[in-house]
């Protein structure tokens, strides 16, 4: 049921995967960000926020600069050349900050090359190699782990999850043909992004059909409207109980690794869940 991989890079930060269900901590250098906008796109405010959320018991640091809200009223994505001036001012601080591994969260190969190019070291890609078709050339090209998140442009489904499973099909077979080796493949089931409020509970439902795969598998539900909803529609800052819940969902039905915002609540409730899972 679980996977084991274990990951080092050049600069000797490492990421052990088996012992227990590993925490990802969000980092949003965005203006405009549904959860926390404007609160840590400035270097120090970004800076302290990582060193934090380490203390806190982050095992990486997942740092985007665009906000992937992408179905909210007036969205206009940014281009690549916009999103790397973002990350001029904030990638370099936040590595050096980091004591641990730190994922780029984009969907645009060129963003993707530059960060790799300053250091770091997994790509999160919330279209799965399907947007950018030289992303995956360029994971390949850096030696990178890759999330492969899934994701689309409408909720016209028939089974969701086998819907998924040829989605996910086709990107790792993308991958392996650009030459991204197996063990750096991750697959994400993309909560909250090309699903309905009923489909997003049924995948959370069945994500066990995902997990039986010999990929890893991150969940990130932290905060999403679905959550919101469950609980009479809380604002995205009250969602971190309902998050908590959706994560040990997610643990017993065999992920690898959560996507959250509050990285403390989330290292204390997983030690619980990991401990009755695991026997430890």
């Excluded at 404007?38 to 740092?63: E, F, P, R, T, W």
Aim: net charge negative; hydrophobic share 40%.
């Amino acid at each position: 049921m679980f996977k084991r991989r274990h990951y080092k890079w050049n600069d000797g930060k490492e990421l052990q995967l088996h012992d227990g269900t590993l925490i990802m901590g969000i980092l949003n250098g965005t203006p405009d960000s549904f959860s926390d906008g404007g609160l840590y796109n400035s270097v120090d405010a970004a800076v302290q926020h990582v060193k934090d959320m380490i203390v806190d018991g982050a095992d990486l640091i997942d740092l985007g600069v665009e906000s992937t809200s992408t179905y909210r009223p007036g969205f206009t994505p940014l281009t690549a050349e916009e999103e790397i001036e973002r990350l001029e001012s904030l990638l370099e601080p936040v590595l050096g900050a980091s004591t641990v591994p730190v994922s780029i969260d984009t969907y645009h190969a060129k963003t993707a090359d530059y960060a790799f190019s300053k250091g770091v070291h997994i790509l999160n890609d919330i279209w799965g190699l399907h947007y950018d078709r030289d992303m995956a050339d360029v994971a390949a090209k850096h030696r990178v782990p890759v999330i492969i998140m899934h994701n689309s442009n409408d909720t016209d489904y028939g089974d969701i999850i086998e819907d998924m499973k040829a989605f996910f099909f086709t990107a790792v077979d993308k991958a392996l043909k650009a030459g991204i080796m197996p063990q750096n493949i991750w697959l994400d089931p993309g909560i909250g992004f090309g699903k309905t409020e009923a489909q997003n509970i049924e995948v959370m439902q069945r994500l066990g059909e995902i997990t039986a795969h010999e990929f890893p598998v991150l969940l990130a539900p932290s905060r999403k409207r679905f959550i919101g909803a469950m609980l009479g529609n809380v604002p995205p800052e009250e969602r971190d109980e309902g998050t908590v819940a959706t994560c040990i969902t997610g643990v017993f039905q065999g992920v690898d690794m959560v996507r959250v915002h509050n990285v403390k609540m989330h290292k204390r409730a997983l030690a619980v869940a990991d401990g009755l899972l695991r026997g430890e």
